[in-house]
């Protein structure tokens, strides 16, 4: 039988994938504590107004000290969470028991840098120009974040419980899967619930990513689809860094495509140009 009195920990990156963690466990799996059965989302699609069951382990502070919110119960009772917030640069783990690590994944790449820049650091995360200057602004901060960012660590360690971050937008039943060893049943009505919330109040995070799936699964599958959906500069510029990073270009001239693509077909012609040169 699980020690249902024993805490977690949730160690993440700046970005608020761990108060959503929080929320997830606490709403939808059974042995969890809840200190509040409804959902929050902040403006930006934070989930920080969501009741804590300690308080956090700030990146600020030298020592844990521990404090409890709530009377979570005695040994047999539900299981409590602690957050460990990080900050941005600091993946490396704390040695803790029972310790989950939200990582940085590949599809996670824009997710986790959008989020760093406009939920931690408080960015506008915005360009001035022509919309093809934009969007080269967008690519190039991408590739200059590659040498040593934070996105290129929080990667999978053996002594911790491993969740792509990119899985709590896109691979929603993997979670559920890896979760409910640790937090027992999960309530399926609850959680799909809280998810299609919680999407649409991210969803300017997950578009770009959500994009470059769309166009790499065409080109592998050579078929070919209409831009009929908006996708806004950052996720285009972020469309061209992947192209240029997948297939080892060093630049998909700006001005030449400053037209942005209308289709697939547009994007495999200018592939097709470029390398053939």
Sequence with gaps: ???????????????????????????????????????????DGNSHSYPLHYRIWSHLDPV?????????????????????DSGIHDDKDKGFPNTIKMCIDDWARSIVFQTCKEKAELSNFDFVGEDYEIREQFSLAYHNADPNFCIN?????????????????????????????????????????????????NKKYYQAQHLVNRVSFALQSNFDFEFTKEYTLHDQGYLIYWLERQYNIKEIPPYDYRHWFKNTQEIRDCLNSILSQ
């Design 153 to 201: 660590k929080w990667q999978p360690t053996d002594f911790t419980i491993n969740i792509n971050i990119s899985d709590l937008f896109f691979n929603p039943t993997r979670i559920i899967a890896q979760l409910t060893p640790h937090f027992g049943y999960c309530n399926h009505g609850k959680f799909w619930t809280l998810w299609n919330e919680f999407c649409e109040a």
């Design 64 to 84: 844990y000290v521990e404090k409890k919110y709530y009377d979570i119960g005695k040994p047999g009772d539900k299981i409590g969470i602690c957050l460990i």
């Design 1 to 43: 039988m699980k020690d249902l009195a024993k805490m977690y920990y949730i160690h993440y990156p700046s970005g608020g994938f761990g108060h959503f963690m929080v929320q997830m466990a606490s709403i939808c799996f059974e042995d969890v504590f809840c200190p509040q059965e409804y959902s929050t989302f902040g403006k």
